[in-house]
Structures are given as C-alpha cells and as structure tokens.
C-alpha cells in the first residue's frame, strides 16, 4: 500500500506543477480538470481509509494490553 500511496502523492504533486500551465490548453485542460476532480475523491476516500486502520490499530492495541496472553 505504501508504493501505491506514493505513486499517487507523486501524480498530486505534477498535476498540481502542471495544471497552471496547461490548463488553457484544449482538451489538456479538461482533462487536467476533470483528473484534479478525481484526485479529489480518492483523497477523501483515502482518508477514510487511513482512518479506519488508525481505528483498528487502536482497538488491537487495546485488545493487546487486554488480554496479553491471547497475542
């Protein structure tokens, strides 16, 4: 997951170098558009999904000091 996480930091970093450049570009700029509008959902959906294993790393911890014996 962290190769992935780091291929798309990468990608958010050149589209956001690139898009003033290219924006008024036909087509390009469209597309730099509408590619900015899907980053922007992954990142929402990313966040919840570090959320939740932040949730879960928590609640294994606390089952951890639980009941020590069982891990």
Avoid at 13 to 18: E, I, P, R, S
Avoid at 40 to 60: C, H, M, P, W, Y
Avoid at 62 to 68: D, E, F, H, L, T
């Amino acid at each position: 997951m962290g190769k992935v996480d780091f291929a798309y930091q990468t990608l958010r970093k050149l589209h956001k170098a690139t898009m003033p450049v290219l924006k008024d570009v036909p087509h390009v700029g469209q597309a730099m558009h509408t590619a900015g509008k899907v980053m922007d959902s992954f990142e929402k959906t990313r966040s919840k999904a570090l959320d939740a294993g932040n949730v879960v790393e928590e609640v294994i911890g606390r089952a951890k000091k639980a009941v020590p014996g069982m891990f």
